[in-house]
């Protein structure tokens, strides 16, 4: 380990972010860097664990605990400590074909079980793993790598996003020759149409992108399996095909006035905005607008919030976030709440953080119902909604219980629905006859990741259903393996 006592000695430290009414004039990234001198002070902290539960990669009380692609955590903390940063993106790229994603997007469940939690704040992970992949491009050290012999094995991928890539990445690492098929204009999935620029700058999906195709892996953009091509086809043309096509059918939700102008999916607000602004810095005003509007979101996660930054960035007049659930407590419950399971506490997200800055409050209301949506001439004008209780039957069941005299209205132009998603779509699921699962996904086990139908395999959240980013190229990465084996009888890949 680094030091057996700089958990004591030194303070958990974070970099310090943009002023939040700085950057909510820009789509630029909003995180500063720390100093490589502040880094190996944080790497110090790492306690290198008999036991180091932040890399283990399990589903505890419903959530992720520890890292999915079980990164080698105390092992490059220690080799930034020690000052080599070489040897310490050479062991990150061991488990994470994509460190430069996950160290901006992921939640960071290696955090939430790091064992120096348990009695104080938890090692910067996240920070020091960004850091690492960051300082590797810019010494160029990170550089295309070519298989050195080609199987003659033609595999097609599904889908670009993350669990496409991981996919791809070790499938062509393996000497196969991949093509992966994306039905939007850009590689990345959810990573460039999805996840907005200030949390994941475009530039840094398409520098790997590059890397990738300097390496042999030919994308194909513009193009929907299913429709531009069979699937019969694609099984005719190729040895395996992966489907990563992702969970991408929004969940609904059936509230009366749901078809208001001024009612939207969050993914259309999102993937608009940010295609018009890769398109045209904004300038062809193809995309929804909340400049001057009231805005209200509903949906408590990841995606809610993403559209919290954007209509700031729109320069909305007012911004409200829904979600059904309580509060979360300051602190850690330790009864229900255990360590290493993820802690469920009250934290202000960027964007949120962004909120309170400019209209003085946290935007979020909880335990919050909508009831109906109201407009006139079919325009949205306002929203009704109602207090809840929300409590769990012996079957895991949510039950939602109104509190009378808690009715309100609020004011609305625009409202984005962020509650989830359903599943994978199914124009393809079809046209192979795949077996699904009770929650519509494509069924394949995980570890395992083959399907019914000969040759076709299934990673990622088109297989497991909504999840992390780190999930998907847990996916990726293990479905490769699979099929290389498919493939060649025996495998290499981890």
């Known amino acids: 380990m680094s030091t057996p006592t700089g958990f004591m000695e030194y303070k958990r430290e974070l970099p310090v972010d943009r002023d939040p009414l700085e950057r909510i004039k820009d789509w630029d990234e909003f995180h500063k860097h720390m100093s490589n001198e502040q880094l190996r002070t944080q790497g110090a902290r790492c306690m290198d664990c008999g036991t180091p539960y932040c890399h283990t990669g399990m589903e505890l009380a419903g959530s992720t605990s520890g890292c999915p692609v079980n990164n080698l955590i105390p092992e490059w903390n220690n080799l930034i400590y020690r000052g080599l940063w070489r040897e310490a993106l050479d062991r990150l790229h061991k488990t994470n074909n994509f460190p430069e994603f996950t160290g901006r997007v992921c939640p960071a469940p290696c955090e939430g079980s790091c064992t120096v939690g348990l009695i104080g704040d938890a090692v910067t992970i996240k920070t020091i793993e960004q850091a690492i992949i960051d300082r590797g491009f810019e010494e160029g050290w990170v550089v295309p790598q070519p298989p050195k012999m080609r199987t003659g094995k033609r595999v097609a991928v599904v889908g670009s996003g993350p669990a496409g890539m991981a996919c791809a990445a070790q499938l062509n690492k393996a000497g196969h020759s991949v093509t992966v098929y994306e039905r939007a204009d850009r590689i990345g999935g959810l990573l460039t149409y999805g996840i907005p620029t200030m949390k994941l700058d475009k530039k840094v999906v398409q520098r790997r992108v590059d890397l990738m195709t300097e390496e ?28 990563c096509g992702g969970a991408t059918k929004a969940r609904e939700v059936e509230i009366e006035g749901r078809d208001l102008q001024g009612v939207h999916l969050a993914m259309d607000y999102l993937n608009g905005t940010i295609k018009s602004y890769l398109d045209s810095n904004l300038e062809d005003g193809n995309y929804i607008s909340a400049k001057d509007k009231h805005v209200i979101v509903i949906g408590g996660g990841d995606t809610g919030t993403d559209c919290v930054a954007t209509a700031l960035r729109h320069g909305c007049k007012s911004i409200t976030q829904f979600g059904t659930h309580a509060k979360a407590p300051l602190e850690r419950d330790r009864v229900n709440n255990p360590w290493p399971q993820f802690p469920n506490v009250y934290t202000l997200d960027y964007a949120q953080e962004e909120a309170k800055a400019l209209y003085g409050e946290d935007p979020r209301a909880f335990s919050v119902l909508t009831k109906k949506f109201v407009g006139e001439n079919g325009v949205l004008k306002e929203l009704h909604t109602v207090q809840i209780e929300r409590t769990v039957d012996e079957t895991g069941r949510k039950i939602y219980n109104e509190i009378p005299g808690t009715e309100k209205v609020w004011p609305a132009d625009l409202v984005f629905i962020a509650v989830g998603f359903e599943g994978p779509e199914n124009t393809l699921i079809n046209q192979l006859g795949l077996d699904q699962d009770r929650r519509s996904n494509v069924k394949a086990a995980y570890g395992k990741y083959t399907t019914n139908v000969d040759k076709v395999f299934a990673a990622g959240d088109m297989r497991r259903g909504q999840s992390l980013v780190v999930w998907a190229i847990n996916e990726g990465r293990e479905a490769a393996r699979e099929v290389d084996k498919y493939l060649m009888g025996a495998t290499q890949l981890p």
């Open 216 to 243: 042999g892996i030919d994308f194909v953009t513009n193009t929907e399996i299913g429709k531009d091509i069979t699937a019969t086809e694609l099984k005719e043309q190729f040895d395996a095909v992966v489907l």
